[in-house]
């Protein structure tokens, strides 16, 4: 959702989140998650991710939510800014909701890949049974404070943070775990022992299941045209900014694609490209967009384009990728364009999720090594607040 909103760049702390006010903390637990009876607290897993409106109505909360977080963006004024930008926006994010069924499918799919690795870790890892799946969006309901709210109501003692990042970047993963320490410290939840999986752009299942689908999209293709074919990956673009003070994300996702390219055993040409860019600010590149365009005047027919960075269909792959890019590939005479299928609830992405869990349990693991070291032109007090929170957290 980023994509279609962001028009600056991302920097530091501030969250002041709307609510729809009719919404009562009952009605919002009995929506989001369901409760457990077991007398025995549920091992927490908090799948955290950005969110997507669920409904057009929530299109603004949403926007302004984004533009209000300063671990995102440093906007002048931005209390004034924010909801400027959301009201001036709303109209024609609502359009592009509109034209992919009405709203993000996100949370819908989250509370599948959630339900079903509760079902698996309970098989596996019966030492830590029951687990529940808790969602903490940071920009729409589920918000991470209606989550850590429900994790109180259940008594949860062991909690286990899950980005639904696979690749690292200080303006996701980041923050949505200073959100999450902000809500900690506000909730009084610090006794919880609090565990993170702050990333895992390379591990096994990820790669399979993305090699799989790629197999599976290329497999529509005929034997002469699969000879052919370029492998396109597209993640979200960063402004050069974020990347220049060190954001680790590029790196993570190239990391992605030479590991699943490994898998594939190199058989096709391919290139990482960056989509969503906005704004007169330079962003990484090349661009989607552009890249497209400069295979059609190459006279390349068979594009199957990846979205390498979401593991989760919403706007950028429903709308971005099949709608805005895929009537430009047909208007440049690309005839063989493709989207590979995300991975929403696909068996071997789900296993490879609970796979990534009982890792994490079994090397008793509280977060990455990458996790500690910032960016090295990094100036945000808030980050040092949330990485002194975990790394001392010994409960």
Same mark, same amino acid.
């Given at each position: %959702?980023?994509?279609?909103?962001?028009?600056?760049?991302?920097?530091?702390?501030?969250?002041?989140?709307?609510?729809?006010?009719? &919404?009562?903390?009952?009605?919002?637990?009995?929506?989001?998650?369901?409760?457990? /009876?077991?007398?025995?607290? @549920?091992?927490?897993?908090?799948?955290?991710?950005?969110?997507?409106?669920?409904?057009?109505?929530?299109?603004?909360?949403?926007?302004? /939510?984004?533009?209000?977080?300063?671990?995102?963006?440093?906007? *002048?004024?931005?209390?004034?800014?924010?909801?400027?930008?959301?009201?001036?926006?709303?109209?024609?994010?609502?359009?592009?909701?509109?034209?992919?069924?009405?709203?993000?499918?996100?949370?819908?799919?989250?509370?599948?890949?959630?339900?079903?690795?509760?079902?698996?870790? !309970?098989?596996? +890892? *019966?030492?830590?049974? @029951?687990?529940?799946?808790? =969602?903490?969006?940071?920009?729409?309901? @589920?918000?991470?404070?209606?989550?850590?709210?429900? %994790?109180?109501?259940?008594?949860?003692?062991?909690?286990?943070?899950?980005?639904?990042?696979?690749?690292?970047?200080?303006?996701?993963?980041?923050?949505?775990?200073?959100?999450?320490?902000?809500? =900690?410290?506000?909730?009084?939840? !610090?006794?919880?022992? &609090?565990?993170?999986?702050?990333?895992?752009?390379?591990?096994?299942?990820? =790669? #399979?299941?993305?090699?799989?689908?790629?197999?599976?999209?290329?497999?529509?293709?005929?034997?002469?045209?699969? #000879?052919?074919?370029?492998?396109?990956?597209?993640?979200?673009?960063? @402004? %050069?900014?974020?990347?220049?003070? $060190?954001?680790?994300?590029?790196?993570?996702?190239?990391?992605?694609?030479?590991?699943?390219?490994?898998?594939?055993?190199?058989?096709?040409?391919?290139?990482?490209?960056?989509?969503?860019?906005?704004?007169?600010?330079? &962003?990484?590149?090349?661009?989607?967009? #552009?890249?497209?365009?400069?295979?059609?005047?190459?006279?390349?027919? /068979?594009?199957?384009?990846?979205?390498?960075?979401?593991?989760? !269909?919403?706007?950028?792959?429903?709308?971005?990728?099949?709608?805005?890019?895929?009537?430009?590939?047909?208007?440049?005479?690309?005839?063989?364009?493709?989207?590979?299928?995300?991975?929403?609830? !696909?068996?071997?992405?789900?296993?490879?999720?609970?796979? =990534?869990?009982?890792?994490?349990?079994? $090397?008793?693991?509280?977060? +990455?090594?990458?996790?500690?070291?910032?960016?090295?032109?990094?100036?945000?007090?808030?980050?040092?607040?949330?990485?002194?929170?975990?790394?001392? /957290?010994?409960?």
């Amino acid at each position: %959702m980023l994509t279609k909103c962001l028009k600056t760049t991302f920097i530091n702390y501030n969250s002041t989140l709307i609510r729809p006010l009719t &919404w009562s903390s009952i009605f919002t637990l009995r929506r989001y998650t369901i409760t457990t /009876n077991d007398k025995k607290p @549920p091992t927490a897993v908090l799948l955290t991710n950005m969110g997507g409106p669920e409904t057009t109505g929530d299109v603004y909360n949403f926007l302004h /939510n984004l533009f209000s977080d300063r671990d995102l963006m440093q906007l *002048p004024f931005q209390k004034y800014t924010a909801k400027f930008i959301a009201k001036t926006r709303t109209p024609k994010i609502m359009e592009q909701y509109d034209a992919i069924g009405g709203g993000s499918p996100i949370l819908r799919w989250t509370r599948k890949q959630g339900e079903a690795v509760e079902k698996i870790l !309970d098989s596996i +890892s *019966p030492q830590t049974a @029951p687990h529940k799946h808790y =969602i903490a969006f940071r920009y729409v309901e @589920p918000y991470t404070t209606t989550a850590l709210e429900e %994790m109180k109501a259940d008594g949860v003692q062991r909690a286990i943070v899950f980005t639904q990042y696979p690749q690292y970047s200080c303006s996701t993963t980041g923050s949505s775990l200073n959100e999450l320490y902000r809500g =900690i410290s506000e909730l009084g939840m !610090d006794k919880i022992h &609090w565990t993170i999986i702050d990333r895992w752009p390379t591990h096994p299942g990820f =790669i #399979e299941a993305t090699a799989r689908k790629i197999e599976a999209k290329l497999a529509e293709y005929s034997p002469e045209e699969r #000879e052919e074919a370029i492998i396109m990956f597209s993640a979200h673009s960063l @402004p %050069m900014s974020v990347v220049n003070r $060190g954001d680790p994300y590029p790196a993570e996702v190239a990391a992605t694609v030479d590991h699943v390219m490994k898998r594939l055993k190199n058989k096709y040409p391919y290139r990482l490209c960056w989509q969503s860019q906005v704004g007169p600010k330079a &962003w990484l590149g090349p661009q989607t967009s #552009e890249a497209i365009e400069g295979f059609a005047k190459e006279g390349k027919k /068979n594009l199957v384009v990846v979205p390498i960075a979401f593991t989760s !269909d919403h706007i950028e792959t429903l709308f971005e990728l099949d709608l805005e890019y895929g009537q430009v590939a047909k208007k440049l005479g690309i005839t063989g364009w493709k989207r590979v299928d995300a991975l929403n609830d !696909d068996p071997v992405f789900t296993r490879a999720m609970a796979d =990534i869990v009982k890792e994490h349990i079994d $090397g008793n693991t509280k977060f +990455s090594k990458q996790w500690t070291l910032k960016c090295p032109e990094c100036k945000f007090s808030a980050c040092d607040d949330s990485r002194q929170f975990f790394t001392s /957290n010994k409960v």
